[in-house]
């Protein structure tokens, strides 16, 4: 494996050595594997679980990593090409991000969308641009449009708690949130879910429907997988029978970038933060999935999250192991 | 060991077997002894010796740590159970705590008291509900009224000094400072020189009383160890023949929490500044003691900080090794 | 070795030793040579590449680093003796350095020029004082003055590419910049230029002369390896034939100290961007140098920086090299 931008990417034999080898390393160890190995990590978007669950990641194997990032004391970075830096950047991504990458074995980046142009986003035009730049195999740790570390997570989990694959029905619901949230993991689980090959339904308000790329992507890995991807705005229909509900917010697609439509399209749906009732013709053991971080009694209730649904918990812990998995493929060329 | 929250918790033995370890790893060091072991730090108070100190400890045994903190580019967290999360925090701490824990094997956690409540914070209510929610053993880095770590060390460096134990007259005594600061070292310190077998005398101004139940439970461990715990007013008799004054600053109790009426009480306290008078009348080779960090020329002067009298540089070395030992006895079991 | 604070402090046979472990450890990396140790890193002013690069370093050779620095949380540092610390600054230096000091088997210090008195600044006087307070080994991570790590590099990367020593010509280039930055690059540059024996002609507006005791030192560098060092505000002869244009901007040192008078002197320096028309008459194979972050347009254009002439990324990536060199030669002794 030569870099890891996306589970798109990965054939599906490729994935399933993948996620062998995360099993493996969660139960047999290998403290020496990435012996004087180093992991370069640039943020320039926020992270917890990501920036923590690489640094352990590393560790557990043997290695290190350092982090780059704008909120840790390094100075301002252009990203604009051609432009004369008479401003407040003091280094252009040209050089930094190879310098940062020759300092490691491989490079994580972490870059949200902009959000100006939905067209652009949806290309993962600022990430790949970043990463053509980088002398060393890349991790996306989210981009824009893309976060297959989350998702490499969540197919462990469901893998672990015997999730149907075929027949299984996955929910992707989008639920209230004060903010207008990047497309990143919604795209990113529609897409994992349809190529696992589940019955994949896109549960959104109208607005907020998932770009075209998108859903013609995700419906491409259904036709291979034996899955099916569709989207609604129905919810008693969507959530019936259902063995996964995974909840996140995104914003609206009809209003991309402007966020006062956004904030008003908001007004009136109060009502999709999911409860109990949510689960009462869903599957029986119908588990509640999101990637965190989630805010309580907005998006999901102090309820659900806190019952025997909720498997965030184990999401996140599978982080740790899945990219545990990902760096030794990398580094050791194990896949 | 299985965490390592409250110095009081420990059986006089395991704190011997403690302080041996520490003074083992001190002259030989286990490079290997914890090899592919992560110790996650959650800071949700400023720090610079816990949390280099700690950082140096898991490297020095061949492990590693990643710190996750609110000023290190995380989001701002929730508290408050029940909460409906509209407001600024992204995630609660019911979700971001055993996240952190589960990528660690152990977790350290500091949060200051919150100082609202003396009752509450007597109690260390916060950092009990804190640490109840972390699935990996806890690691007290200072919390509302302990710092089991700081008192490790300075039992050590005590030790190492050759102060005697029951026979021995240590004066905790309150220290000026420009602000109202927390309890948790002074409620730490008289604990360990109470459980050391130490005549412990607190001293200090009027409105300064440390909390009954802090005294109690001193009074508890020096009615074990053969020591005595008292408190006092008055300079001349409590540092008379003293074989430590260990200094420190801390808030108002009687008027815990109100900023002005402590900033008002401490106002004609200025002359509460060690300085060498203070050790005309002391045993002869009385020591100075501070769990840093220390405002000179406020807390104590120049002359006493840096002349032979001062131990406090040892002190902080011996967190190091204090903090070495606890890692060891979690992580690997030995104590 | 005992620290690493000036390339000036090494002599020839050393300097070659320092240069042969460094290419030795670039071709055969040793991942357990400093196994258990640490790297204690203060940072008092920013920085991407030192501390990026120290952390690999460290990695690399199997052992760890810790970062401190008032940007990464810890509180503000009081500098100043004998001062009453009741303002903003918690604790002093005289404390913070040998505690911090005494966590690592080595300290790496950055502090900039205070930037009030040219002649402090040359004499690196705040350094100095701050290193004096070290009990482990110091590493000048860049001062007032000097930056060895980068002239190691940049001695490193010339030789690699063959640049001649005695016979070579080497242009330290002034250029344009929005601000008046450090004396550290362009000092230590030509100190290691002189120190390598070339013809070494330090290129700028008036205004803009480095300070004597700086060119001073260089010329009796000259004298022992058989270079030469100049001034001249001639760019047409100072760039004839030369083999390396290093281009750096610095404050006037007329109006040092002085941001309105240094502005108002940069007004028409406009001129002083790198382009391709300086290399018209230069040698055929001439190299452009920057220590980086550099500002594109502002200080060299894109076309020499993403042309074949620009050796930039060699130098940044011979940084870990270089500093993998030093900590091996502190740290087992083998230089």
Known sequence: MKSFRDLADLEPQRLEELL???????????????EGKVLALLFLSPSLRTMTSFQSAMLRLGGGSFIASPE?????????????????????VREAIPVIASYGDALGIRAFAPRKSIEDDVLDK????????????????????????????D?????????????????????????????????ATVQMAAMRGMETIVLRPEGF????????????AAAVSGGS????ADRAEAIEDAHAIY????????????????????????????????????????????????????????SVLDGPR?????????RLYAQMAVLHAIMKGSV
């Open 20 to 34: 062998d080898l995360a099993r493996r390393l969660e139960k047999h160890p290998e403290p020496k594997a990435l």
């Open 72 to 92: 840790f004391g390094i100075h301002p970075l252009e990203t604009r090409p051609g432009v004369v830096m008479d401003g407040t950047a003091v280094e252009h």
């Open 126 to 153: 600022d990430f790949d641009a970043l990463a053509s730049l980088s002398t060393a195999p890349v991790i996306n740790m989210e981009s824009a449009i893309r976060h297959p570390c989350q998702s490499l997570a």
């Open 155 to 187: 197919w462990k989990t469901m893998d672990e708690l015997s999730f149907p694959r075929n027949g299984g029905k996955f929910v992707l619901s989008w639920a209230n949130h004060p903010k207008a949230l990047p497309l990143a993991v919604p795209a």
């Open 209 to 220: 429907e998932l770009p075209e790329a998108v859903m013609e992507r995700a419906r491409r």
């Open 229 to 232: 991807v569709r989207e609604t």
């Open 247 to 302: 909840a996140k917010s995104w914003s609206s697609t009809r209003h991309y970038g402007d966020a006062d439509l956004d904030r008003e399209l908001r007004q009136g749906l109060r009502g999709w933060c999911v409860d109990d009732s949510w689960f009462e013709t869903t599957s029986p053991d119908c588990r509640f999935m999101h990637c965190l971080p989630v805010r309580r009694n907005v998006v999901v209730n102090d």
């Open 310 to 318: 909720s498997i965030v918990l184990k999401q996140a812990r599978n």
